[in-house]
Nanobody, 116 residues
Framework: QVHVVESGGGSVQPRGSLRLSCVVS????????VNWYRQPPANQAIELVA????????IDTPAMRGRVTLSRNDAERTVYLDMKNLQPEDTALYLC?????????WGEGTQVTVSS
């Protein structure tokens, strides 16, 4: 069974930065199958923030384009999401997801709040 745990969230002022971590454990886990999502307040729709292409290269999405860097450390079983120039509209629950061959595992998320 795959287990996902996020950490690193917190409160930050506008234009601040944060590093989120996602530790994924379980049999035959490939970190290239891990993506970061976020859910804004009031149960708004979950949106994809970043993930890995088939060749393992990191990709971001329009949600936070140019302001996030995705990386992974296979030895530590960890995927990192470095975020910069955060804005109040980035306030959300950030969730890590593993998906492969129809199987999926979510973490509980880590809250990011951006306010002055």
């Amino acid at each position: 069974q795959v287990h996902v745990v996020e950490s690193g969230g917190g409160s930050v002022q506008p234009r601040g930065s944060l590093r989120l971590s996602c530790v994924v454990s379980g049999p035959d886990v490939d970190l290239k199958d891990v993506n970061w999502y976020r859910q804004p307040p009031a149960n708004q729709a979950i949106e994809l923030v970043a993930g890995f292409a088939h060749d393992g290269s990191p990709i971001d999405t329009p949600a936070m384009r140019g302001r996030v860097t995705l990386s992974r450390n296979d030895a530590e079983r960890t995927v990192y999401l470095d975020m910069k120039n955060l804005q109040p509209e980035d306030t959300a629950l950030y969730l890590c997801n593993w998906f492969r061959d129809g199987a999926r595992a979510w973490g509980e998320g880590t809250q990011v709040t951006v306010s002055s």
